[in-house]
């Protein structure tokens, strides 16, 4: 590995170090099978999609919350090889694989083990926060301090792009008004191939979900029950997305692009730091 180029860093506080996390694949033994079952299932699409919302320009900072692997960021850099990537991750193996994927592309990367809750960069130092698939795993409050936290991190102008599961009918501005800027027909539909059992009971698949994700569900696959009871697997709709950015007194809110697949609607949302 090139040191000069990627890198990962432990800023955790000793509290933050004995913290829970579900691992992308829910165990982490099948970590290795995260990136082969994406490669199968076409998530690339996604992320690139997320990449060219955010239209980074040379030299701009990106954070990636939830990077997992590394496949956000490497389509970040995809779009725009000058820009200045980070992604944050609690998984520090997930962390290692985005390491030898970028080094073996001899891209510039920076790893950060850490949480959505708190950031650990410097006020106003971000022009970009993105996130593919994991905020949909991230705990309420936790997720509300997200909203904090990038406003906060983020420059003026500065801007925050997400893709999650959501976009339910009629879920556009944070106002209530149709703000849908992009089109189904992007062509992403049935090309992601996000496995989730939240919410579906019994017996259903699971996949991988973000390997970003935020606090262990305990009880995961014993029913219904015991996942719909747990707030870390809700699937927060684009309504609340918008809502969240909006209160954490982001301006421009506004879902900007949908994509139909098997397992649910997911959600383009974007916002602008006032």
């Known amino acids: 590995?090139?040191?000069?180029?990627?890198?990962?860093?432990?800023?955790?506080?000793?509290?933050?170090?004995?913290?829970?996390?579900?691992?992308?694949?829910?165990?982490?033994?099948?970590?290795?099978?995260?990136?082969?079952?994406?490669?199968?299932?076409?998530?690339?699409?996604?992320?690139?999609?997320?990449?060219?919302?955010?239209?980074?320009?040379?030299?701009?900072?990106?954070?990636?919350?939830?990077?997992?692997?590394?496949?956000?960021?490497?389509?970040?850099l995809r779009a725009q090889p000058a820009a200045?990537?980070?992604?944050?991750?609690?998984?520090?193996?997930?962390?290692?694989?985005?390491?030898?994927?970028?080094?073996?592309?001899?891209?510039?990367?920076?790893?950060?083990?850490?949480?959505?809750?708190?950031l650990p960069v410097d006020d106003g130092s971000l022009d970009h926060v993105v996130s593919a698939l994991a905020l949909h795993h991230v705990p309420d409050d936790a997720r509300v301090r997200f909203g904090h936290e990038a406003h906060r991190a983020l420059r003026p102008g500065g801007t925050v792009t997400i893709v999650d599961f959501g976009g339910a009918d009629g879920a556009s501005g944070a106002d209530g008004g149709d703000g849908h800027g992009g089109g189904a027909g992007h062509g992403h539909g049935g090309e992601h191939g996000h496995q989730h059992g939240h919410g579906?009971?019994?017996?259903?698949?699971?996949?991988?979900?973000?390997?970003?994700?935020?606090?262990?569900?305990?009880?995961?696959?014993?029913?219904?029950?015991?996942?719909?009871?747990?707030?870390?697997?809700?699937?927060?709709?684009?309504?609340?997305l918008l809502r969240l950015l909006a209160d954490a007194g982001f301006t421009d809110v506004r879902e900007v692009d949908r994509a139909e697949h098997r397992y649910g609607r997911l959600t383009f949302v974007q916002a602008t730091r006032g």
């Open 1 to 76: 590995m090139d040191d000069s180029t990627v890198r990962i860093i432990d800023p955790r506080t000793p509290e933050e170090r004995g913290r829970e996390f579900l691992p992308g694949m829910a165990r982490p033994w099948l970590l290795p099978l995260y990136d082969v079952f994406t490669r199968l299932s076409r998530v690339r699409p996604l992320h690139d999609r997320a990449a060219a919302l955010a239209d980074v320009a040379p030299g701009e900072s990106v954070l990636d919350l939830g990077c997992g692997t590394g496949n956000l960021s490497l389509a970040v």
């Open 200 to 240: 579906h009971g019994r017996g259903r698949r699971r996949g991988p979900g973000s390997i970003g994700a935020y606090g262990r569900v305990r009880g995961q696959g014993r029913g219904h029950d015991a996942v719909a009871a747990d707030p870390h697997t809700a699937r927060p709709p684009a309504a609340d």
């Open 84 to 118: 200045r990537v980070t992604g944050l991750d609690p998984d520090a193996s997930a962390l290692r694989v985005a390491a030898r994927k970028a080094s073996r592309r001899r891209v510039p990367l920076t790893l950060v083990q850490g949480f959505a809750d708190r």
